[in-house]
């Protein structure tokens, strides 16, 4: 698909995140790792998008305040975090979540909405339980005979989802009804319909009460509509249509033109936290995935010894082996993979790729300070530079 950009500037703000979504309240034992995902994140944003983004969505919404320095370093304006990480900011903020505040080292925050967040997340009264809408995991790829689904499940014979799906949620504990999409539509309709009640009566209640207009923060994942909620893209398409032809007491503005309209904001730091299960780390830091933070904290220690040791290096072997060092150290990173044992899906693939980037990191970190660079060494620095080519503008010296 090919994006217009000069079109959807000025309609979406899109911002950055972290290179591959490290979660800094763990990184920040070496905070050169920190600085080293949002450099990287800032800089491809830059690179496909022509201009520095003004704000960055936080890897799993961790914040932790020694993040900030960064992310004043590389012209980030603003963050946003969980609920609590303004509700427990110091001091409390007047307004709560429904202004934003700056933290002294003058990055701006914006936290989620509790109310609104419910109505659409929650898994016990959120819309996409709706009965009506589409059950995601009844799919053909599991329901369907095995000799007939054969031919268009995985290579090795294992059961996948097609996206192929005939029923609906129907009730919890019960045998499930076809999907009947006329249903399905009218609950969309409703549901789209009470959000914007909500909003409406919600604002009619904040606005005498804040300085300036209160702001209503509704960020969700983008893989729950269309994903997860099949006919979330539908729901976000009538809601639209009703704020634009219906009368109400609001507008849609990104944070940026907040920021622009309501400079004056007060001066608070945001508590560390994050939008985990029980609002802080334990997603990330578990039994289950421990064993892995003494390797992460290890590698990047390392990779910060390299970018001084190396810093003037001018062999082109070493510099891309250099580099690639970088790039391993970022993909073991991942908090995808933390998150992906804690939830006990796809375990082993999770494990594997942990384990991956270690090891490569270490085996291209180990010929460089043995200065053991032969044949064989550079044969597998070029196989990993086509496995593994995130970032080919990568330089190592971000970690110096």
């Known amino acids: 698909m090919l994006l217009n950009i000069s079109k959807i500037f000025g309609k979406l703000e899109i911002i950055t995140c972290g290179a591959t979504h490290g979660y800094f309240p763990i990184l920040y034992v070496n905070e050169k790792t920190i600085r080293a995902q949002i450099a990287v994140g800032v800089q491809t944003y830059e690179k496909y998008f022509g201009k520095k983004p003004r704000g960055i969505w936080l890897p799993e919404c961790g914040y932790i305040p020694e993040c900030d320095k960064y ?58 339980g709706d009965f009506n809408y589409r059950e995601f995991y009844r799919d053909i790829g599991y329901d369907a005979p095995y000799d007939y689904i054969k031919p268009y499940i995985a290579s090795n014979g294992a059961r996948v989802h097609t996206g192929i799906k005939y029923y609906r949620i129907t009730g919890k504990d019960c045998e499930k009804d076809y999907y009947n999409l006329q249903w399905a539509m009218d609950s969309v309709e409703k549901q789209a319909g009470h959000f914007f009640d909500s909003r409406v009566s919600q604002i009619n209640k904040l606005a005498p009460l804040t300085n300036n207009p209160p702001i209503i923060v509704c960020p969700y994942d983008a893989e729950l509509y269309g994903h997860w909620w099949y006919e979330g893209p539908d729901w976000i398409y009538i809601l639209f249509k009703k704020i634009y032809y ?18 004056t904001m007060q001066i608070s730091t945001p508590c560390r936290s994050s939008w985990g299960a029980n609002g802080y780390s334990e997603v990330w830091l578990n039994h289950t995935n421990d064993y892995a933070h003494k390797h ?27 580099n690639q060092c970088a790039r391993e150290v970022l993909l073991a990173q991942s908090s995808d993979w933390l998150f992906i044992i804690t939830n006990g899906t796809m375990v082993d693939y999770a494990k594997k790729r942990i384990k991956e980037h270690i090891g490569r990191f270490n085996k291209l970190y180990n ?13 597998f620095l070029k196989d990993l530079e086509k496995k593994d080519c995130i970032f080919p503008e990568l330089d190592f010296k971000i970690y110096s």
Not at 117 to 128: F, K
Not at 369 to 375: M, P, Q, R
């Open 71 to 128: 992310l004043k370093e590389f012209g980030i304006e603003y963050i946003i975090t969980e609920s609590h990480g303004i509700l427990y900011a110091s001091p409390t903020p007047i307004y709560g979540t429904f202004a934003p505040i700056v933290s002294p080292e003058g990055v701006i925050a914006f936290g989620r909405d509790i109310e609104s967040s419910r109505q659409v997340w929650s898994s016990i009264n959120g819309y996409p």
């Open 246 to 263: 219906d009368e109400c007491n609001f507008k849609l503005i990104t944070p940026s033109e907040y920021i622009d309209k309501y400079p």
């Open 296 to 322: 992460l904290h290890k590698i990047g220690d390392n990779m910060v010894e390299l970018a001084q040791k190396f810093y003037n290096e001018t062999d082109k072997i070493k510099i891309r082996a250099l």
């Open 367 to 379: 010929g460089l300070i043995l200065d053991n660079i032969d044949k064989n060494y550079i044969t």
